[in-house]
């Protein structure tokens, strides 16, 4: 059995290649569901907040922007663990560069989860204050 590269993969076309690509970004969130801890964390924080979003007594804008923030926050945690994947890939020695690939990744997912965290701030504010 040969093995697949990623030249494989291209020229897809229709159909067939939005198949492979949702299957492959499910594989994605299944990866990173099994091998990163943050990843769960804040997936299943989704997972539990999403719905509460939805039964909010607030103004179905408020209501779309925590939502909008969680899946931030996820796809931001999603881009990070890609980053850290592709560092730790190219090798093992501790390099300057590799540093600051993953600390910009890191810094990244705190400013979704500061912003997801202020935003259901205010909302509940609104709520509970007016």
């Given at each position: 059995m040969t093995e697949k590269t990623a030249a494989d993969l291209k020229g897809k076309t229709g159909i067939l290649r939005l198949i492979n690509a949702t299957r492959y970004s499910w594989q994605g969130i299944r990866t990173a569901f099994g091998k990163e801890e943050a990843f769960r964390q804040e997936l299943i924080l989704a997972v539990i907040l999403i719905p509460v979003a939805f039964f909010l007594p607030a103004a179905w804008s408020l209501k779309l922007w925590c939502i909008f923030s969680l899946i931030f926050l996820l796809v931001t945690e999603?881009?990070?663990s890609g980053i850290e994947a592709v560092v730790d890939r190219i090798g093992p020695e501790l390099h300057p560069l590799s540093g600051f690939a993953k600390d910009c990744g890191s810094a990244a997912v705190l400013f979704a989860l500061i912003?997801?965290?202020?935003?259901w701030l205010v909302v509940l504010f609104t709520i509970i204050f007016g």
């Open positions: 999603l881009l990070n912003f997801a965290l202020i935003v």
